[in-house]
């Protein structure tokens, strides 16, 4: 279980993040922990699954990424294994081949000479804006700075190794930039069966401004980011973080005063335009086709419901 719990650790304390990266690197675990356990395979497999979706409740590409590996099949242990390693392989691909797909339908949304303004620290929305670069079109970026981890760093440095040109700017600086912003390109942690995105904190507001502006919002998401647990009602859990991340010992001791550190909101799917996932760019109305099509909802150790089931091949 260390490999487990080394990689829950790693996925709390931000050390991994992102949710492409947090879904791919809790199935490298769940797949080397498979290889090394001997005996009681399924009861092992279950609670390793349930530690690693326990580190952090919003992003729903883990919760897909492990129900997808665990729908392993098999008589012997040995099978049970073998198909596991299988599953977890394909998702891995699934990850990897997703993105650049993203990269390639998405870039023909930005013209030659655009700004782009992203936020956060997005692999799928940064995809875009690097196979856009690659073809040879001059794109600026405005990334915001996405306080209070300052993912935008992150960014920031990103694509300036990348040979693009970047500005940084503060998260309240967007809407005195949005006139010369060109079209916003963000990443997603949930989308839900109605349309609604769920993804770093600020970017409800970005997409509010960008409405206001005309400035056309697109979502860069892979199909693993559609949450089938919506679709039977469930609310999304947004993050709330430790306030210490917000606030200094002088202020958070101060018994006046409340820090409250939401780590996503909500943006509706009124504010976007389109969604870049790897089999299509789909209007947001369209997130319950994704999710009968493509995805399974299963509650580990409760009643299963099978929705139609289609795996990624
Ligand atoms: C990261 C974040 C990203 C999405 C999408 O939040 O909100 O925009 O996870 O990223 P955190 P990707 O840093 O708190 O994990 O496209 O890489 O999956």
Redesign the pocket.
Known sequence: MRIVEDCARKIER?EI??????ARFAVEALKKYALEIRGDFDGKMREASMRLLNT?PT?V?LYNAINYVMGYHGESEEEKRESLIKRADEFIRWVDTARERIGEIGSKRLKDGSTVLT???????LAVIKKAFDEGKEIKVFATESRP?Y?GHITARELAEYGIDVTLIVDSAVRYFMKEIDVVV????TITVNGALI??IGTSQIALSAKEARVPFIV?AETY?FSPKTLLGELVVIEEREGSEVAGKDLLSNPKIHVRNP??DVTPRDYIDLIVTEIGAIPPEMSYLIIRDHLQYKEFGKEEISLNTKHYD
Do not use: Y
Request: net charge positive; proline share 0%.
């Open positions: 931000m993040r992102g949710a492409g990266r947090i952090r992003a590409s936020h956060c620290n997005s692999s799928s929305a981890r993912q963000v990443g997603a942690d993804n770093k860069a980011k780590a996503f």
